[in-house]
């Protein structure tokens, strides 16, 4: 029997660009699993998800025409009850009317535990055809849709309108109807540049087909990697690079069928224009391609993705120079606009801008940043006035012609419009990196300054947000705290601050009562959790929260602790002495004693006085470990004492039945405990 391939293909009006290649990749996923699940792929799923502008598709490999039989075993009640004095009882005669047998056709098995009555029989394999609509019909409903929409007078409803139906075994259509429409093969090419019915020979002929009649890449990826490859090819011919993300690649891709790179350009006086403007205009307005000369500058040409091929694509390019000749006349426009009041002008303005109801306007918020960023840049050892002006500077762009036209500008505008207000280089860029870092793993703001800035705008609204009860949830987080904490933890790792001085120095800017009284705890504890997130990204678990135990307020020596730590673990006697201090902690904690200093003259026998003249001998080398912030030393010199450790443990009983002997003791594993929890709680590790 052979098991050809199956092609699957709806034909629909243009798919949503940004969902396309995840509806692909979803759509084949689905449809593969659908077949698996039905026994229907001779061995491990095979297949190839197609998706362009105007279709969804996936080819699968070794795809059975029919099911194999097999044997099926229906289980019954056990013998004891299914049969008394040789007559049926009535819960074995309702067994057998289930199973569709008679009396004399079960058998006995034993299922492991005990003789029952089954029923065994073989079931005839389902073809291809009664299974797959049922399949497809699945498969459409998993896709990941949010909106759809209905067509014509169907009821049926999709993401688009969808025009055909293509279901292909090898070269013969496999007879279902899905979204109305019955299956065929044959499909359409390029919206312009085919024309007719493509006739597909077979399903695997179909992406060669496409391509060759049908002026049509059905796969994403080759498209994308097409486009990629012809821009860098033009690139190359000017010396320059293209300034594109994968998002916009992404799109494109979405976009066309029959991807055709076109070189064009733009006046050169658009360059005056800061190009941080202009590249946003070309990338998100129309879908541009912007070209960076060897030295990072924009150049006053441009690639775009034609979805045509012509002979002559010169009105192609001079139409396109057009429209975006427009869209850079407005961002020239916005920008001479905005050059006419400084941003100190602008900040009356800011009283207009609602920040948030309950805490009220930018202009508020402002006076908040300025004494956070004052408080920062003085414990930085900064210029408070210069990072107080920098902060107060910092939402005046929010104002402007060309922030209100292009938001994801704010910040960087604001850099150059306070260059061309005199402003120093120091504040400029602090206007422009208070907004840092947006993402995980962007940059972090350059110098004290635009630090102090970042900060004080990070904390005011973690802490603000907080304390008004805007608390995040689940996936819900609206205001983005997740995301300023881990900015603030990234910057505090880089500095001497005190996680406790700027959360109080953020919270004491709100008036009295406006936020909650327990903001301050919880926003700390919303730290350290989200502080073990980001450090497990590049330490064990175990590590981490043996380091975290500690809640250190200071973070700049996280990165040494952690890795010593690390180390010590890989120690031999690390294990040993871990569990030792998870002994000692428990003593500790059992006892509830108040505990103090050893006394010499209460330690009875040979291993306690060991183990403290051990302790004793200890102590200076993890005191000057410690200030010489070695803390790999300070750890290690831990396996020195494991011997005295075990021997203790050993021999000595601690809960003695003499109160004070009792209490030395405790003293000495509090002393201890001190020594082996100086850096982290290694009672953590391996946990």
Not at 457 to 463: G, M, Q, R, S
Request: a negative charge.
């Amino acid at each position: 029997m052979t098991t050809p391939t199956l092609l699957i293909e709806l034909l629909t009006e243009e798919l949503p660009p940004k969902a396309l290649n995840n509806l692909g990749s979803h759509f084949a996923a689905a449809v593969a699993e659908g077949l698996e699940k039905n026994e229907l792929i001779e061995g491990a799923a095979q297949y190839t998800a197609y998706a362009s502008p105007r279709r969804l598709a996936v080819q699968v490999k070794n795809v059975k025409p029919v099911q194999a039989d097999c044997q099926i075993v229906k289980k019954g009640p056990a013998v004891a009850s299914g049969m008394k004095d040789g007559v049926p009882t009535k819960a074995l005669e309702g067994f057998a009317r289930s199973a569709s047998a008679k009396i004399e056709d079960l058998k006995i098995i034993n299922d492991g535990r005990q003789d029952v009555f089954a029923y065994e029989y073989t079931q005839t394999g389902r073809p291809l055809g009664e299974l797959l609509e049922d399949i497809l019909n699945q498969a459409v409903k998993k896709l990941p849709i949010p909106k759809v929409m209905r067509w014509g007078s169907s009821t049926h409803t999709f993401v688009r309108p969808v025009h055909g139906l293509v279901a292909l075994h090898g070269s013969e259509v496999v007879p279902v109807n899905v979204l109305g429409l019955q299956s065929r093969n044959f499909t359409l090419g390029h919206r312009f540049l085919s024309d007719g019915h493509i006739v597909l020979a077979n399903a695997d002929a179909y992406a060669e087909q496409l391509k060759n009649e049908g002026k049509v890449i059905a796969s994403f990826a080759e498209r994308k990697t097409a486009i990629q490859t012809a821009l860098n090819q033009h690139a190359g011919r000017l010396n320059a690079t293209v300034a594109a993300n994968e998002a916009l690649l992404d799109e494109v891709t979405a976009l066309v069928e029959w991807p055709v790179v076109l070189e064009a350009g733009f006046e050169e006086h658009f360059l005056a224009v800061p190009q941080e403007c202009l590249i946003l205009t070309m990338q998100q307005n129309q879908k541009y391609f912007p070209l960076l000369d060897q030295n990072g500058k924009l150049m006053n040409r441009f690639l775009l993705v034609s979805n045509l091929q012509a002979e002559d694509p010169s009105h192609i390019i001079r139409g396109n120079e057009r429209v975006l000749r427009a869209r850079l006349a407005d961002a020239e426009f916005f920008y001479k606009q905005d050059q006419k009041a400084t941003l100190e002008s602008r900040l009356p303005k800011l009283s207009q801008v609602v920040y948030h109801n309950k805490l009220g306007s930018q202009a508020e918020r402002i006076e908040r940043l300025a004494a956070i960023s004052r408080h920062i840049a003085a414990a930085l050892g900064a210029d408070a006035g210069t990072a107080e002006r920098a902060t107060r500077l910092s939402k005046a762009d929010l104002v402007t012609e060309m922030v209100g036209e292009f938001p994801e500008l704010q910040g960087t505008m604001g850099k150059y419009y306070a260059r061309l207000d005199g402003e120093g280089e120091e504040i400029a860029n602090a206007v422009e990196q208070h907004y840092w870092p947006r993402f995980a793993g962007d940059k972090l703001p350059e110098g004290k300054i635009a630090t102090a800035a970042a900060l004080a705008d990070k904390l005011e609204t973690l802490v603000g947000i907080w304390g008004i009860g805007l608390i995040p949830s689940g996936d819900k987080d609206p205001y983005a705290l997740r995301r300023s904490a881990l900015g603030i933890l990234r910057m505090l790792m880089n500095s001497d601050l005190s996680i406790s001085d700027v959360l109080q120095a953020a919270y004491a800017t709100f008036p009295a009562g406006k936020l909650a009284d327990n903001t301050l705890s919880e926003v700390a504890e919303f730290m350290q959790a989200r502080l073990a997130v980001l450090l497990q990204n590049d330490y064990p678990q175990d590590v981490v929260a043996a380091v975290l135990a500690k809640r250190p307020d200071r973070l700049n020596d996280l990165p040494a602790k952690l890795q010593a730590v690390e180390a010590f673990k890989k120690l031999p006697e690390a294990a040993a002495l871990a569990a030792a201090n998870k002994r000692v902690q428990n003593l500790l904690k059992k006892a509830g004693a108040e505990l103090g200093a050893v006394n010499e003259n209460l330690l009875q026998q040979t291993e306690e006085q060991a183990l403290f003249a051990a302790s004793q001998a200890l102590q200076p080398k993890i005191d000057a470990a410690l200030a010489a912030q070695d803390f790999q030393t300070a750890l290690t010199g831990l396996a020195a004492i494991k011997p005295q450790v075990d021997a203790f443990f050993d021999g000595v009983m601690v809960m003695a039945d003499d109160a004070a002997v009792k209490q030395n003791r405790l003293n000495l594993l509090n002393r201890l405990a001190g020594q082996m929890n100086a850096v982290a709680d290694i009672a953590l590790l391996g946990e």
